[in-house]
């Protein structure tokens, strides 16, 4: 899947409401195991995702922030694998989701969860998906001076899985997709990754998040 709402692919309701549906729709595709999400932006350097389009959080009525926060929390539970430049905040969260994160080096891109950077506060759901991915600590020191991490910084803490010369992300993702696709049988994947979540999906009922 390529994004491509310029400048910089920031997630508002339009935007938000549209991916959902795609993925709604590769989800009830039988033929469809796996799904590699990538920015096709054209700028340089190139923005994964600049998060949360921040004039969708200002100004707005209370039932369209009601919708923006739900369409947000539903991209949330619904995505797979991706590769990326910049992204900040929402954006990092959207990678975040994904299985398996890839992304291109370049010093000149970064990804973290900025919101205390803000004067925002990170949602307990996207600060329960960072320690999931880096562990409690350093989600601590990240969330507290809301740090953006430069590539080596962000494999070094687990936050990205892979980097690559920024003319092979899509082909190193290819690839990597087609490994992971080598496990048999979907319901393995989905009970074995369920159960990996079984402690935040008990947390987020309660907090009626779900
Ligand atoms: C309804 C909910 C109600 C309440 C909830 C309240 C709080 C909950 C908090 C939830 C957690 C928040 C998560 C978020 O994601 S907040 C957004 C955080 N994003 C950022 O901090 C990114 C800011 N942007 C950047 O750092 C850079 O723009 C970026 C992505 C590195 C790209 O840099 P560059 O290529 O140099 O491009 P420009 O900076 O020149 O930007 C180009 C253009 O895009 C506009 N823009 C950038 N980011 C956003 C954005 N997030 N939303 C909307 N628009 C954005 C920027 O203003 C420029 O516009 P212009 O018109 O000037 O060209």
Known sequence: MHMQSPPVNSLSLDFLTELCISLEKLEMDKGCRGLIITSVLSNQPKV???????????????????????????MWLKFYGSNMGSSPAGGCLLSLTCDYRIMADNPRYTIGLNETQLGIVAPFWFKETMVNTVGHRNTEVALQLGLLYKPAEALKIGLVDQLVPEDQVFTVASQTMTKWLTI???????????????????????????
Do not use: R
């Open 48 to 74: 994964f995702s600049a998060g949360l389009d921040i004039l969708e959080m200002y100004g707005k009525s209370p039932e369209h922030c009601g919708e923006f926060w739900k369409v947000v929390q539903e």
């Open 184 to 210: 048999p049988g979907n319901v393995s994947v989905i009970t074995t990754k369920s159960t990996l979540n079984l402690l935040f999906s008990f947390q987020l009922w309660c907090f009626n998040l779900v």
